[in-house]
């Protein structure tokens, strides 16, 4: 059985440990409050306020925007002064917009709401966190890998729990509940479990020779092709994630089988991201970076294969597809990570992680909406999957050439 336990980057003994699991508990309710809350929400608010789902959906895309966008000057301020006070301050905020959320009837106050949420969300969830990681954790790679295994889990456990909130006490209420519990929880916990850390250019300044000022420019980031590789890779690899999420269902419906079948088939995927997870963790320093970012790009290439052949190969290729899905997606968040700090580190963690996210903007919040437009011009969901192979398959090749690259 192996062990949340890490050699420290920072001064406090026992440091890692406590900031691991202080960020893996935290970021299990965060993404809860922040994020899944939102589709278990929106239902019973439409049907109470009158809007439409587009209305609503609309709200999280602003989120989603004004969180990639403020990604550059969040990450900055974490590489300069740490991340204590930020992911603090972030989770407090996020607790008051949640109250707000519960009192809106106004479509404009709920895009501001959500807007504010998205800032709140650069401030406090993976970036964040993984910037303090960074900086503190001697092994970085497992830490982060330690926390993502856990907060993996935050769908199972969110979701039962404020679908239950919202049918005991409606929507509203439920709100003022998860407003307490992110108050309680992330907060809580960041401001104590952070104590001690220090920032990666105070961990710089107290390396042999290090200097405060050894990060290069912001400026030079948009003009180095690496980021521009990386761009194309894991853009490729948000589109089809991101496209996902919201198509699985609908596509499953349009090749003719029953909602049973296809949540059955969806409850596969967050087992099998975990024990991915679980697997790289047990393996430590066994795997480099380079051969878990070109294994996971290869099972979601093969994952998407068995989707655009899965009218012939029946439920057995959807099973499949659902496990090779779920282990990739649960390892490339970690790839991305740490391809970020590997290739792209002179600039910063927060700082290369700020512009890899402005420059994948479009690919995140647009995939549902392209994939959507697409399936209404051709009207099946089938060419659009090949579409996304062939991404993909480019996507892979910019791993590869990147990752040689740096070898």
Request: proline content about 3%; some cysteine.
């Amino acid at each position: 059985m192996f062990r949340l336990s890490f050699r420290s980057g920072g001064d406090a003994a026992g440091l890692p440990r406590r900031l691991v699991w202080g960020i893996a508990l935290g970021q299990l309710i965060a993404w809860g409050t922040l994020y899944y809350s939102f589709a278990l929400v929106i239902g019973p608010m439409a049907d109470e306020l009158g809007w439409s789902r587009v209305d609503l959906n609309a709200g999280l895309t602003l989120g989603l925007i004004a969180a990639s966008l403020a990604a550059i000057p969040v990450g900055r301020l974490i590489d300069r002064h740490g991340g204590r006070w930020m992911m603090t301050a972030g989770s407090v905020a996020a607790a008051v917009l949640l109250v707000l959320w519960s009192q809106t009837g106004s479509l404009a106050g709920f895009y501001a709401i959500w807007i504010a949420i998205g800032l709140t969300q650069a401030c406090s969830l993976s970036e964040a966190a993984y910037n303090v990681v960074a900086a503190n954790a001697g092994d970085y790679r497992r830490a982060i890998m330690g926390i993502t295994l856990i907060t993996g889990f935050s769908s199972t456990v969110t979701i039962p729990f404020i679908t239950l909130a919202v049918e005991l006490l409606g929507w509203r209420h439920a709100l003022l509940v998860l407003a307490l519990i992110q108050l309680l929880g992330p907060a809580l916990l960041y401001w104590t479990c952070l104590r001690d850390t220090v920032s990666g250019r105070q961990k710089l300044a107290r390396q042999p020779e290090g200097s405060a000022a050894a990060y290069l420019p912001l400026a030079d980031a948009f003009r180095d092709s690496r980021l521009w590789i990386m761009a194309a890779c894991f853009g490729a690899q948000i589109f089809c994630t991101s496209g996902m999420t919201f198509h699985i269902i609908p596509l499953l419906q349009e090749r003719g089988y029953e909602m049973a079948l296809i949540a059955g088939l969806l409850a596969l995927h967050g087992p099998s991201q975990v024990l991915a997870r679980l697997l790289v963790v047990l393996l430590g320093k066994a795997t480099s970076t380079a051969t878990l970012g070109r294994l996971s790009f290869g099972m979601l290439v093969v994952a998407m294969l068995l989707l655009c052949l899965g009218a012939s190969l029946g439920v057995p290729g959807l099973v499949a597809y659902i496990m090779l899905y779920g282990a990739a997606s649960g390892l490339v968040i970690v790839v991305r990570t740490t391809s970020t700090l590997e290739y792209l580190g002179g600039y910063g963690f927060g700082t290369a992680a700020g512009a890899l996210a402005v420059v994948t903007l479009l690919p995140r919040t647009g995939a549902p909406t392209v994939i959507a437009a697409l399936w209404e011009v051709i009207g099946s969901y089938t060419p659009v999957l090949w579409l996304i192979v062939l991404l993909l398959g480019g996507g892979t090749a910019a791993f590869w050439y990147i990752s040689g690259r740096r070898a």
